[in-house]
């Protein structure tokens, strides 16, 4: 089965960090293009950041230079290091991926894992 | 700010057709894909491309585009079609980045 699991969310400081990983089964990760979107309470989605099949990464401005996304293709996973958080940060997190097959769209999608910034 | 333009909300008689538009200039460019999300779930992709469903996704979802317009159909909306709807494409300065449309709210009445 086809499937992305998040996990790593959680209550941070603001100014802290906080790794969120994303668990893929029935597809190599490394052989996709993989999106991190977030969603904001009660807001609508917005896009984080890619790292494509070549390695190559990029970033919405919001968060450049302060979230890293990375991959283990040992394990399978997608990760988004996220330093000096703020509260404008808090949102569910989804994990996503971007399928060049499907003209660019996010064909797959987790659950989903809360990340609140809050002193 | 959203480089993709939905309006808010949008209401639609249960079994009458509905027309959900994303506006941008990126979509001269590229395709827009839509996604349906209903309270506490995930996103889920319903049409990708020039007019693609995946599969699961019932007949009744359509996609179009004409200019800088994309927009979604659904014919003979059912009370399970109630949820927020996004389009998505690349952003229209840089193609490596995404950006999704606000969202709208579908009330089926």
């Known amino acids: 089965e086809v499937q992305l699991v998040e996990s790593g969310g959680g209550l941070v400081q603001p100014g802290g960090s906080l790794r969120l990983s994303c668990a893929a089964s029935g597809f190599t990760v490394s052989s996709n293009y993989m999106s991190w979107v977030r969603q904001a309470p009660g807001k609508g989605l917005e896009w984080v950041s890619v790292i494509y099949s070549g390695g190559s990464t990029y970033y919405a401005d919001s968060v450049k230079g302060r979230f890293t996304i990375s991959r283990d293709n040992s394990k399978n996973t997608l990760y988004l290091q996220m330093n000096s958080l703020r509260a404008e940060d808090t949102a569910v997190y989804y994990c996503a991926r971007w399928s060049i097959a499907a003209h660019d769209a996010f064909d797959i999608w987790g659950q989903g894992t809360m990340v609140t910034v809050s002193s | 700010s959203s480089e993709l333009t939905q309006d808010p909300a949008v209401s639609v008689a249960l079994g009458q057709t509905v027309r959900i538009t994303c506006q941008g200039d990126?979509?001269?460019?590229?395709?827009a894909s839509w996604y349906q999300q209903k309270p506490g779930q995930a996103p889920v992709l319903v049409i990708y491309g020039k007019n693609n469903r995946p599969s699961g996704i019932p007949d009744r979802f359509s996609g179009s585009s004409s200019g800088n317009t994309a927009s979604l159909t659904i014919t003979g909306a059912q009370a399970e079609d109630e949820a927020d709807y996004y389009c998505n494409s690349r952003d229209s300065s840089g193609n490596h980045l995404g950006v999704f449309g606000g969202g709208t709210k579908l009330t089926v009445l």
């Open positions: 990126s979509l001269r460019s590229y395709y």
